[in-house]
Every structure is written in structure tokens, then in C-alpha cells.
């Protein structure tokens, strides 16, 4: 079987199409399947780490960019398809799996001519444009939470929650949910796949503030290409020891060793956070595209899983309070970890492929039965 998946840009888009992916090469290891994505995204150097093969097609964001932007996706979009017909050609696809983001229209319109089943993920709580574009053209709709379904066909959805790799799953139990043992707390600290500005400045101001913590505080701090210098130098200015890196490929394991993360609220980020039972602090992108990282946060905040810090609040005092408030409550700590894990979905990629499956099943089925007549 062929699978070809539109995804990348951000890790948001990309992680979950990987955890699919390998879900795929789990129940059958003979699947071929190729990521087609830009090279505007991080898709070629995780892909390449993650040991999937990659093929670009052109294609440029639309949402929340400038008039001029805009019209020039608009008129990316007709190459786009074009590309993505002649790679599915190539590839003798099967299937076309959609995660949302400004690869996917082109890639899913085409597989529609084709007369290819597509189908789509849309992991946050307010689906992006591009899956609303492409949703009558698709067969299933994958959604992360109950919410979303009053935005597409009802027929169509499935509410499967967001696929996570089986990495973070390994080692996750409820006997393990909690603080660890010892005086030791561990601080996670990341901005999604691309790091963030506001994080790492708030964070650089609150470490002063965290100092005294020093020998009860261990850090690990992912803050993206841009900003990796400036963070690290922070740090050893401050005095305050941290493991300080661009990106962190082995998130799983990082995370597994949190007692707190301070995080975006990205779709990709809430699952991982809930399927290892973890606490978080998290602060929504406030320029995300339908306030959807806000709408996440929301969701997990009263779950009681994860306290929500605006960044239009978001200070370095603020931030260091925030922190030592809630390590310096074992039993809150506790609690919200066991708020968290009660969120989990732990068999999203699972349920999905399992559809997928059938829906590969029912058209050629139908392909069948028009020959026949």
C-alpha cells in the first residue's frame, strides 16, 4: 500500500503525521509512504532525522499574511495541484492523508481528481481554513476534540483525539504520573518546534528570580535557532545551570523527566503533555490563526491539567511566581498531573489507521463494482 501525507511547517503539523506514519508501518511494515511537504518548514530536517523520505511541492501560506502574500499563495495554489498530480501519478497512492497547514489543499484537490480517498486530521479546538477548504473533498475527518464536530459533516467525523508517537508511550503509566522522587524538581521549558521570542525573554527576566532555587531546580530549555545564543549566555550569566538547546528531537524522553513544562498550547503539545500525565504552564501563541492555541489551552486549564498565563501577562516576575508557586505545592503538582493524564488519548494513530483502512476498503470496493457493470 501506497500513503502519501501533507504535512510540515511546524512540529505541529508534522508530529502527528509521524505518529501515523509509523502507526501504518506497525500493522504493515511493506507500506510505502512519502511526506510531501516545502522547504519554507522544519519537514526536511525532522523527516531526515526520522528516516522518511520527503518530496517538496510549492506552496506558500495564506492566513494572516499581507495582501501581497496572500495573492501570491493564490496563485502558488494551481502549481501546487499540478505538482501533487503528477506525484501521486508516481507514486501509485493509495491514500492521501491531510494534517491541515498550506500543504495539504493542494496535495488533497488533487488526490479528489484522482479520484484518490483522502482524508484529514484537524488536532485543535477551532479547525484552520485549509481543513475546511478540503473537507468535502475527503472521506473521513479526524478530530482531536468533541467540540470541532459541529464544524464539519457529521457523517464524516471521527473524534479520535491527536495522534502521539509511540515513544511517549512506552513508559507511560498512571503508577508513574506525579512528581519525582527526591528534593530535585525539573523544569521543562519549550516554544514549539521554531522556540518563542516572548518565552525565552520572560524567562531570561525570571532568572534572577529562580536563582535561589538553583540547587533544587534542574532546567532543560529548548529555544529555537534564532534565539539559542541569547538564552544560553542568560543563563550563564545568571549562574543558573540548564541544558539549553535549538531543538530537541528526543521530546519523549525530555518530557517523561518533567515535573512542570512551560509551553505553548499548540494541538501537538496538549497531547503529548496529557499522554505523559505532565502539569504545564502555558502560555497560547496569541497570533495563531482563529486564537486556536488559546482555545487548546482553555481546554486543558479546566481540566484542571494546566495553568493558562496570557502573553499579554506574561512578565518574568510573573513567570518565576508562577513556577516556584506551583513546585513549591507537591500535592497541587500531584493533582494537576492526575488532571492531565485523565485527558489523555493514547490510541489515536490506531483508531486512525483502522479507518483509514476501511476507507481505502470501501472505494475499491465501489471501483469494483463499476466495472462490473
Known amino acids: 500500500m501506497n500513503i502519501v501525507i501533507a ?12 505518529a501515523v ?4 508501518l506497525r500493522r504493515d511494515p511493506s507500506t510505502r509512504i512519502l511526506f510531501v511537504g516545502t522547504t519554507r518548514g522544519i519537514e526536511r530536517k525532522v523527516l531526515a532525522h526520522e528516516g522518511f523520505p520527503l518530496q517538496c511541492i510549492a506552496a506558500n501560506p495564506l492566513m494572516g499574511k499581507s495582501p501581497m502574500e496572500m495573492l501570491k499563495a493564490l496563485i502558488t495554489l494551481p502549481v501546487s495541484v499540478w505538482q501533487s498530480l503528477r506525484v501521486l501519478k508516481q507514486q501509485g497512492t493509495d491514500l492521501v492523508f491531510g494534517v491541515g497547514g498550506y500543504t495539504s489543499p493542494g496535495m488533497l484537490m488533487a488526490a479528489f481528481l484522482r479520484r484518490i480517498p483522502g482524508v484529514i486530521l484537524e488536532p485543535n479546538a477551532h479547525p484552520g481554513l485549509a481543513n475546511k477548504v478540503v473537507a468535502p473533498l475527503v472521506q473521513r475527518i479526524f478530530l482531536a476534540f468533541e467540540s470541532t464536530v459541529q464544524c464539519f459533516d457529521r457523517r464524516k467525523t471521527r473524534v479520535v483525539g491527536t495522534p502521539v508517537r509511540q515513544a511517549f508511550l512506552e513508559s507511560s503509566s498512571p503508577d508513574a504520573v506525579g512528581i519525582q522522587k527526591g528534593p530535585q524538581r525539573h523544569l521543562l521549558i519549550f516554544g514549539g518546534s521554531q522556540g518563542a521570542r516572548a518565552i525565552n525573554s520572560a524567562v531570561i527576566e525570571a532568572l534572577p528570580l529562580l536563582a535561589p532555587m ?5 532546567i532543560t530549555h529548548q529555544t529555537g535557532e534564532a534565539d539559542h545564543a541569547r538564552v544560553a549566555a542568560a543563563y550563564e550569566q545568571a ?5 539549553v538547546v ?8 525530555v518530557l517523561r523527566g518533567a515535573d512542570l513544562v512551560v509551553a505553548r498550547s499548540g494541538a501537538m503539545t496538549i497531547a503529548e503533555l496529557t499522554v505523559c500525565g ?6 497560547p501563541l496569541p497570533t495563531a490563526i482563529y486564537n486556536h492555541q488559546l482555545r487548546n489551552a482553555e481546554v486543558m486549564a479546566k481540566a484542571g491539567g494546566a495553568v493558562l498565563l496570557p502573553q499579554s501577562e506574561l512578565t518574568g516576575a ?5 513556577i516556584m508557586e506551583i513546585l513549591g505545592e507537591p500535592q497541587r503538582l500531584n493533582t494537576m498531573s492526575r488532571e492531565s493524564w485523565n485527558m489523555r488519548r493514547s490510541d489515536a494513530a490506531e483508531l486512525i489507521v483502522r479507518e483509514c483502512y476501511d476507507v481505502i476498503r470501501r472505494r475499491h470496493e465501489a471501483s469494483d463494482s463499476a466495472r462490473a457493470l
Open 7 to 18: 504535512a510540515g511547517g511546524t512540529g505541529g503539523h508534522l508530529y502527528p503525521a509521524i
Open 21 to 24: 506514519a509509523r502507526e501504518f
Open 214 to 218: 538553583k540547587d533544587r531546580l534542574t
Open 239 to 243: 549562574g543558573v545551570p540548564a541544558q
Open 246 to 253: 535549538p531543538f530537541l528531537y528526543d521530546m519523549p524522553t
Open 278 to 283: 505532565k502539569p504545564a504552564i502555558l502560555i
Open 318 to 322: 510573573g513567570l518565576a511566581q508562577t
